[in-house]
């Protein structure tokens, strides 16, 4: 059975920053490429950025240059690392594995003072 759990996630000040974790089981992670979604205020879950098997990465104009998502394919663990946070990134924070079509629960992102 293939299982995502988000880890990380909390309350941080506006201009901090924070890293989400996402391990993954039940799939041959080298192999997979895997994404990062949310869901704010503003908008319904939407896709922010991914990464590859080669460790390439691609993302969202909204979040470039302040996200960085990696991987660490011996934990078999996923990253977002956010930085220069604001209100606006508030909200639920997913993992998503296209090739099985899983994701995880979601975890809670809030920016504020």
């Known amino acids: 059975q293939v299982q995502l759990v988000e880890s990380g996630g909390g309350l941080v000040q506006p201009g901090g920053s924070l890293r989400l974790s996402c391990a993954i089981s039940?799939?041959?992670?080298?192999?997979?490429?895997m994404a990062w979604y949310r869901q704010t205020l503003r908008n319904q879950r939407e896709w922010i950025g991914g990464?590859?098997?080669?460790?390439?990465?691609i993302y969202e104009d909204s979040v470039k240059g302040r996200f960085t998502i990696s991987r660490d394919n011996a934990k078999s663990t996923m990253y977002l690392h956010m930085e220069s946070l604001t209100p606006e990134d508030t909200g639920v924070y997913y993992c998503?594995?296209?090739?099985?079509?899983?994701w995880g629960q979601g975890i809670q992102v809030t920016v504020s003072s």
């Open positions: 998503y594995c296209p090739s099985v079509r899983k």
């Open positions: 039940g799939i041959i992670f080298t192999r997979s490429s």
């Open positions: 990464i590859d098997s080669d460790a390439r990465t």
